[in-house]
């Protein structure tokens, strides 16, 4: 597998998910499906975080120097403070940016070489496959929050 072969999956991947997004209203950045549960802004801001992460945790380029990821955690909890939405939007599109550059100079000898993460030991083919995956399980959230949620 190299980024070539993994890059149309990503390029439609990336596309279903930013058509969820479409006309999305800043004041819906803080809609959720019930009490607790995590707002679209919050959503929005952890996809964007996980691509930072998984650079770091399986394609072997670290987190740009002073970058936190807030959301990604066992113990975070969404305190609905993601509402800017030109801020969401210009992150997102600068983890999946880098992301994207993390991946096409990824060596072809290493992403069949499994690396061992916090979330377990995966190849980078893997850890693209999780990413897929991860990127529209919360897409599909986001697309329930602004069919059913509200201002909870």
């Not at 950045?29 to 549960?37: D, I, K, N």
């Not at 909890?77 to 096409?104: I, K, M, N, P, V």
């Not at 979330?119 to 990413?131: D, K």
Request: charged share 20%; glycine share 10%.
């Amino acid at each position: 597998m190299s980024f070539h072969a993994v890059f149309p999956l990503l390029k439609t991947a990336r596309a279903r998910y930013l058509d969820v997004l479409k006309g999305l209203e800043e004041d819906q950045l803080t809609w959720r499906l019930a009490p607790g549960s995590n707002s679209i802004g919050f959503l929005i801001q952890h996809n964007a975080e996980v691509e930072y992460r998984f650079c770091a945790m399986f394609f072997g380029r670290p987190l740009p120097e002073g970058m936190s990821l807030p959301t990604i955690g066992s113990d975070v909890r969404d305190t609905g403070s993601y509402t800017d939405l030109a801020d969401l939007f210009a992150f997102q599109e600068a983890a999946h940016a880098y992301l994207l550059e993390t991946l096409q100079a990824l060596p072809e000898e290493k992403w069949h070489v499994p690396v061992d993460a916090p979330i377990g030991r995966l190849t980078p083919t893997e850890a693209v496959g999780r990413l897929i995956y991860h990127t529209g399980y919360h897409g599909g959230q986001i697309g329930l929050i602004r069919k059913y949620g509200n201002r909870a």
